[in-house]
């Protein structure tokens, strides 16, 4: 269900994206109804994070945002806190609303070694 509303309410509020061929939709930028959803994801998301990292209330999101990257889009290799006003970021936590093979087809999602 949470899903289905992530992916409505993305239609309904996102605009172009920071990169090309794709758009994103921020919390902060979305109308109020839309808020209830992203929180939840964004604190199922950070419950996960913080239960597999053993850090029970040791990340505080500083972000929430929401993007369909479409045919031809990509994003280089790269770290979340490569700029100055990023270096605060340690961990980023990721979700997929779609599963390769059936929404999708292509695409790499990749950690590089330190």
Request: with cysteine.
């Amino acid at each position: 269900e949470l899903c289905r509303e992530l992916a409505l309410l993305h239609r309904v509020c996102a605009v172009p994206g920071y990169r090309s061929r794709c758009t994103s939709a921020t919390l902060l930028a979305s109308p109020l109804w839309a808020w209830p959803a992203l929180l939840r994801a964004r604190d199922l998301a950070r419950d996960a994070a913080e239960d597999h990292l053993d850090e029970f209330g040791g990340l505080w999101p500083e972000t929430t945002v929401t993007v369909a990257w479409f045919p031809g889009s990509g994003l280089p290799a790269h770290s979340d806190n490569c700029r100055d006003y990023l270096s605060a970021r340690h961990i980023s936590v990721v979700v997929w609303l779609g599963t390769c093979g059936e929404d999708f087809a292509g695409g790499e999602f990749f950690f590089e070694a330190a």
